[in-house]
């Protein structure tokens, strides 16, 4: 009976973490303009939750991870991150990266999920 107790508790916890896929972020700047932003994302530590905050940049024609995390697979990627704020560049119209539609979701080869967030229109 002994044994037993460790093997269901195991389990119990690899059956939950079925529900828990690793996620990428990426920014993508499909302009011919640097584009900066940041953006702010809930960490847990030993002495609880806090907000971190880092900035980015994303040269012209190219992206960044914004974020590699494992997930619920049926969260919405607006949830992910508690602020996404983009810095206004002249001459282009951004994207809201507060509204969900604007996430383009794919899978990689082994079925992680992939968020791509195109800045501009």
């Known amino acids: 009976m002994k044994q037993l107790l460790p093997l269901l508790a195991c389990l119990s916890l690899t059956s939950c973490m079925t529900n828990y896929k690793m996620t990428t ?11 900066n932003f940041k953006a702010s994302v809930e960490k847990l530590s030993s002495g ?4 971190m905050t880092l900035p980015f940049t994303v040269l012209p024609k190219d992206s960044v991870l914004a974020r590699k995390v ?10 992910w991150f508690t ?10 119209k951004l994207n809201d990266p507060n509204d969900a ?4 979701k794919s899978a990689d080869a082994k079925g992680n999920q992939i968020y791509i967030f195109n800045v501009a229109r």
Do not use: C, E, H, M
Request: charged content about 20%; cysteine-free; hydrophobic content about 40%.
């Open 70 to 79: 494992q997930l619920r697979k049926d969260a919405s990627p607006t949830a």
């Open 48 to 51: 609880g939750s806090f907000i």
């Open 25 to 35: 972020f990426y920014v993508k700047n499909n302009t011919d303009k640097t584009i």
């Open 101 to 104: 539609n604007n996430w383009i």
């Open 83 to 92: 602020q996404f704020i983009l810095f206004p560049v002249d001459s282009v």
